[in-house]
């Protein structure tokens, strides 16, 4: 006889009415235990959830932050309001890159002439991040927001072409400079690899209707091409640097997207491109550091002895070519669901100035703007990308864009000084960028603003 009968005997209660109170707890008991499975398995299954489709996880939780946290909605507002045109017939242009060089002027170009723009930057310090935000600032001042973001964030690309009706995208962002892929490769990769993938999915697949896109490619994919001028339909397939094959690959993968999805798109391919706002990595800027500073100036020479020479084009001149090849953009044929009703356009352009120079005789113009001699330290060009020259051919930019390059070295190389002296605050004496020979550093501050 089992203890708890005896007990219950010994204090009256009848065996079997215990019997039923002792299954009663067993069933309870049972039932605990069945919940607590139930909690420990539904955990389980999140966890599990969790380690196979993190992105998924962490972009529902940023969506629903977004859409129900701080500032969603002012959010949406502010990116439609900045990429609502302001005349009939105008673009609304989502631009990537618009804190870079060639974007801010761009954005300016576009929102003088009213059409709506929203750009987009991940404000990276591959070059001093205080530049890019100045530029921001001076966007931000005409009525432009660049939104601080990565191209390769899907969601954040999905809920941008959610919030405003894009109908053009210009992707400038990208890793640019030949001799930094040296050092960080990936970086490569990750920007003009994946990042024009993750920007072309989001056209091709979650905006209605599809924008039509034009895009940076670059003369770096002439590569050892030495038929000149350079002519878009002369070989590409000899890259000699890893931002070359980024580029040349880029102009591969848009050519599938046209292909599947019905994306019109344009690359262009922007020679040496200098102006005011410049790229502080590139030569010319360099240059006039190096001058201001009294430091000395490299200078690449070819084995066999010619100096490099660039076929600078002025910004201005290049952004007008970016602006005819978005008013001649065909439409995109495709829709969301993958149905593309017939070919769109694909095109390929140079915008370059058609006249290379040697880099000296560029160095020699920024001498005499800023009334200083460089010291010149003369070496032989490594083979780590860069290319002895390029040049040129743009006929069908012209004949298709309506592209004019129209401004001299000369001519730009001084807006550029004139933009260098005031941003950095140097001291040329006597205010204008040509004034003789007193320049002097006053103060070449990295975070100044203008
Ligand atoms: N300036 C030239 O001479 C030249 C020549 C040939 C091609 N290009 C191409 O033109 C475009 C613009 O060049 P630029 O001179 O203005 O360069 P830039 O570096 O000033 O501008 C590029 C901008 O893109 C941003 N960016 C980079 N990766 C990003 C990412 N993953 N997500 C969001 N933003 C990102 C950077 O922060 C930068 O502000 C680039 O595609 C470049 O490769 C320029
Ligand atoms: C430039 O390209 C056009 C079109 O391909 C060609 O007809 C012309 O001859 C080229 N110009 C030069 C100088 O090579």
Redesign the pocket.
């Not at 804190?99 to 974007?103: D, H, N, S, T």
């Not at 987009?120 to 990276?124: A, G, K, S």
């Not at 922007?270 to 491109?273: G, Q, R």
């Given at each position: 006889m089992p203890a708890g009968v005896v007990d219950a005997a010994a204090k009256g209660v009848r065996p079997e009415r215990r019997a039923a109170g002792a299954k009663k707890q067993l069933v309870s008991a049972s039932s605990h235990l069945l919940f607590r499975a139930t909690v420990l398995a539904t955990i389980a299954l999140v966890v599990l959830f969790a380690a196979h489709y993190p992105s998924l996880l962490s972009r529902s939780y940023i969506l629903s932050a977004a859409a129900y946290g701080r500032g969603a909605a002012s959010w949406e507002r502010e990116v439609r309001r900045s990429a609502a045109p302001r005349r009939d017939g105008a673009l609304s242009v989502l631009v990537?890159?618009a804190?870079?060089?060639?974007?801010l002027h761009c954005s300016l170009a576009l929102s003088a002439r009213g059409d709506g723009v929203v750009g987009?930057?991940?404000?990276?310090a591959?070059?001093d991040p205080s530049l890019?935000r100045a530029r921001q600032r001076l966007l931000a001042s005409r009525g432009v927001l660049v939104l601080d973001?990565?191209?390769?964030d899907a969601a954040l690309l999905e809920r941008l072409l959610a919030a405003a009706r894009i109908t053009h995208v210009l992707h400038?962002?990208?890793?640019?400079g030949v001799r930094h892929a040296l050092r960080a490769p990936q970086a490569y990769v990750?920007?003009n690899v994946a990042?024009l993938v993750a920007l072309l999915e989001a056209a091709a697949r979650h905006a209605d209707p599809q924008p039509a896109l034009v895009w940076?490619?670059?003369?770096?994919v002439y590569g050892l091409n030495d038929d000149a001028p350079f002519s878009e339909d002369h070989r590409t397939d000899r890259p000699a640097s890893l931002y070359a094959a980024t580029?040349k690959a880029g102009e591969a993968i848009a050519h599938a997207y046209n292909h599947i999805y019905g994306l019109s798109i344009t690359g262009l391919r922007?020679?040496?491109?200098y102006g005011p706002w410049g790229?502080p990595d590139?030569a010319y800027f360099s240059f006039a550091r190096s001058i201001v500073a009294g430091e000395p100036v490299t200078l690449f020479r070819a084995a066999d002895g010619a100096v490099a020479r660039r076929d600078f084009t002025y910004v201005d001149d290049v952004v007008r070519g970016c602006l005819g090849a978005l008013d001649t953009a065909g439409k995109s044929t495709g829709s969301r669901s993958g149905k593309k009703r017939g070919p769109a356009p694909l095109r390929v352009y140079n915008l370059g100035n058609t006249s290379p120079v040697p880099v000296t005789h560029m160095l020699a113009i920024l001498e005499k703007l800023l009334g200083r001699k460089a010291r010149k330290r003369v070496v032989t060009m490594p083979s780590n990308g860069d290319v002895p020259f390029t040049h040129a051919n743009v006929s069908h930019a012209a004949r298709d864009l309506g592209y004019r390059p129209a401004t001299s070295l000369e001519a730009g190389l001084r807006h550029f000084v004139d933009w260098f002296v005031r941003y950095y605050k140097v001291d040329v004496g006597g205010g204008s960028a040509d004034a003789g020979k007193t320049a002097k550093r006053k103060s070449m501050p990295t975070s100044a603003a203008s």
């Open positions: 990537t890159g804190a870079g060089f060639v974007g987009l930057d991940n404000f990276n591959y070059y890019k973001g990565d191209v390769n400038l962002a990208a890793q640019a990750a920007a990042g940076a490619s670059s003369s770096s580029k922007f020679f040496t491109v790229r590139m």
